[in-house]
Antibody, heavy 119, light 107 residues
């Protein structure tokens, strides 16, 4: 069974940093593209970033480009999101999501980790 | 950035009735279009990928059609568990983008 579990969320002050982690199990982690998606309270879904299985290609939403960095450690079955220069508008539930077999659609999701940016 | 526009924002439907949700892309996404369902307090769930293929375990009452810029998600006979928010997403052009969602509520 494919499972994804995020961690690392919490309360951080504006301008601060946070590193999210996502551990995958039940599949060969290195073979799959991974994404980060967030959802602000009461709002819709926002795609944030993408990384290939080998980690050699990444893409970002304009809203986080230059502030957030996605990476992965396939030996640890782990995906990361380094978030710097955090703003109040970054407050959201952050989900990691795996591609669905041969499609880039997000077929498997974690339960999310909540990030709150506030002084 | 490609804009995905969903309509209507809210759809009121009685159980057992048909629901038709629309998603329009600001430029062609070919068939690289997914639909997700989200229940309150839960992570999204993939329903449809490639515009018309059902994900594993998704009931046959869910169907997706369309290509290019116009897409439709149809729920043929609404069950109680189908009342939720539905999002479309394009995965053709970077950055990938979601629509703003359609809430399907009980009439």
């Amino acid at each position: 069974e494919v499972q994804l579990e995020e961690s690392g969320g919490g309360l951080v002050q504006p301008g601060g940093s946070l590193r999210l982690s996502c551990v995958g199990s039940g599949f060969t982690f290195s073979r799959f593209e991974m994404n980060w998606v967030r959802q602000a309270p009461g709002k819709g879904l926002e795609w944030l970033s993408y990384i290939t299985g080998r980690g050699n290609t990444v893409f970002y939403a304009d809203s986080v480009k230059g502030r957030f960095t996605v990476s992965r450690d396939n030996a640890k079955n782990s995906l990361y999101l380094q978030m710097n220069s955090l703003r109040a508008e970054d407050t959201a539930m952050y989900y990691c999501a795996r591609e669905y077999d041969s499609s880039s659609a997000h077929g498997y999701w974690g339960q999310g980790t909540l990030v709150t940016v506030s002084s | 950035e490609m804009v995905m526009t969903q309509s209507p924002a809210t759809l009121s439907v009685s159980p057992g009735e048909r629901a038709t949700l629309s998603c329009r892309a600001s430029q062609s996404v070919y068939s690289n279009l997914a639909w997700y369902q989200q229940q309150p307090g839960q992570a999204p769930r993939l329903l449809i990928y490639g515009a018309s293929s059902r994900a594993t375990g998704i009931p046959a009452r869910f169907s997706g059609t369309g290509s290019g810029t116009e897409f439709t998600l149809t729920i043929s006979s609404l069950q109680s568990e189908d009342f939720a928010i539905y999002y479309c997403q394009q995965y053709t052009n970077w950055p990938w983008t979601f629509g703003q969602g359609t809430k399907v509520e009980i009439k």
